[in-house]
Every structure is written in C-alpha cells, then in structure tokens.
C-alpha cells in the first residue's frame, strides 16, 4: 500500500553564516507568509542556531550539521545531540559527504551519532552516496546500499530521514537525472530492513536549484532536498520550497 509522505525541504548551509545572515530568517518569511505546503528545515552554523531558534517563524524547524556520538563528556569541540536538542532543533544531518571525507568518519561512527541523535530525541538525516569513480563502475548502487545498511540503527523508518547525495553532484552544478535519483531511492527503499518502508522518507542533495527542483521531486520516492549552496538565497530556498504548493 502506498503511503503519503510529507516532502522535506532541508537546507544545508555548511560553514557559512555570521551573525548578520539571520536576515536570512526575514526575507524566508517575507516570501512564505504562511505556513508552506512541506516541512522545512535549516541547518545553518551551529554558532547560528540559538539566535535562529528565537526569531524563526513556527514552521521552520532548525537542525545541526552534525553531532559527537555521545551526549557529553572530556570531547573538546564537538557537539552533542543533547545540546541540538537543548537549542530546539529537531533534526541533525550525520555522514554528510564532507565528514566522511574531510574528517574520515566511517559508517560505524556515521550509526553511532545517528544513535546519539536518536536518543537525543532528534530525527538523524543519514548521508549516503557514491563517488564519480564508483558510479563509473557501476558500483553506485551497492556502494549506497551497503552505506545504508551499515550508516542506519536499527529503528522504524519514520524516525529517520535518509539523504541520497552523490558526491560527484553536491557542490558541482552537477545533478543526478530525475530517472537516475528515482531508481536510487526506490533501491534504498527497497534495501531498507524493516517492513515499514513505505514510511522512510529519502531526500535527494547534489546541486539542487530552483530550475531543477521540480523535475526531481516530483519522482515517486524522491522524498524532499538536501540544499547546500542554494539554501544560502532566501530567493532560491524560497523558490524550491514553492515547487512543492
Ligand atoms: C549538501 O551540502 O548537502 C549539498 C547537496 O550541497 P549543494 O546543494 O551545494 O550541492
């Protein structure tokens, strides 16, 4: 049976962001006076997120770009689910690309911090996605897979939110084709373990912008974006976020 799930628009703004962006916060609800037809959260600086969580408009939730596997501790710079939920953010993204990279996080650490997120009381937004190499090769599809499976605990499906991101495409102005993010995500689903995967919500992320949006979240298992660069505009988040009305 098939179900409704609600699309997520989230946006990713890495480490960009100084105290005078909040007007990014204005300019959002200038274009959305009221409430958008899909969820919608941001997931600006960390430094952000106190001030953002006291001028945000109640549709807005506010997520963190990461968090440390365990909720305190001697664990100098990192930041605990516990303290994201303590600012009132309800989501945090975990395994993005760029730590698994950058900061040489494996899925093994990628499950804890969902865990932690999980415990938090926070929704985790599990990162997968293949390389250009392993697309090449026609890996791709086990690649991610294989990142689910390891990256996810073991939780109901509507408790988790999964972000397909080829890297090749995140950052690049390249995009997967609405077919080829179609046929990931329902992979995805199709891996996913439980029996309830009609309720896992899959965003895709890589070069999403206002002139590609609709065509790819209008395919069946394309649950919502993960936005880095063009979360960044209020005029092109904005614009996204109204492909979905
Ligand atoms: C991301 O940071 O998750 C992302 C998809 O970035 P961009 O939209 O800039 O490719």
């Keep these: 049976m098939a179900m409704m799930r609600r699309k997520l628009v989230a946006g990713n703004w890495k480490m960009n962001g100084l105290q005078k962006d909040r007007d990014f916060l204005s300019a959002l609800v200038d274009a959305h006076p009221d409430a958008p037809a899909a969820d919608v959260l941001l997931?600006?600086?960390?430094?952000?997120?106190?001030?953002?969580?006291?001028?945000?408009?109640?549709?807005?939730?506010?997520?963190?770009?990461?968090?440390?596997?365990?909720?305190?501790?001697?664990?100098?710079?990192?930041?605990?689910?516990?303290?994201?939920?303590?600012?009132?953010?309800?989501?945090?993204?975990?395994?993005?690309?760029?730590?698994?990279?950058?900061?040489?996080?494996?899925?093994?650490?990628?499950?804890?911090?969902?865990?932690?997120?999980?415990?938090?009381?926070?929704?985790?937004?599990?990162?997968?996605?293949?390389?250009?190499?392993?697309?090449?090769?026609?890996?791709?599809?086990?690649?991610?897979?294989?990142?689910?499976?390891?990256?996810?605990?073991?939780?109901?499906?509507?408790?988790?939110?999964?972000?397909?991101?080829?890297?090749?495409?995140?950052?690049?102005?390249?995009?997967?084709s609405p077919e080829d993010a179609q046929a990931m995500h329902a992979a995805l689903r199709t891996a996913w373990p439980g029996a309830d995967s009609d309720l896992l919500r899959i965003l895709y992320g890589g070069s999403m912008n206002p002139g590609n949006a609709e065509a790819l979240l209008s395919q069946s298992d394309v649950d919502g974006g993960l936005i880095g660069g063009a979360s960044l505009k209020p005029d092109q988040f904005a614009s996204i976020i109204r492909t979905l009305r």
């Design 43 to 176: 997931c600006p600086p960390a430094t952000l997120l106190s001030a953002m969580a006291s001028a945000k408009p109640d549709w807005l939730m506010l997520g963190g770009q990461d968090c440390a596997q365990t909720q305190s501790g001697a664990h100098t710079g990192d930041i605990s689910a516990a303290m994201l939920a303590d600012l009132g953010c309800s989501h945090v993204i975990v395994g993005h690309s760029e730590r698994r990279s950058d900061h040489g996080e494996g899925d093994a650490l990628v499950r804890a911090k969902a865990e932690a997120a999980l415990e938090a009381g926070l929704v985790p937004i599990i990162c997968v996605g293949e390389t250009l190499q392993q697309r090449e090769s026609g890996e791709a599809e086990a690649v991610v897979v294989s990142q689910l499976r390891a990256s996810t605990p073991e939780c109901d499906a509507g408790a988790v939110v999964i972000a397909y991101e080829p890297v090749w495409a995140i950052g690049t102005g390249r995009t997967a």
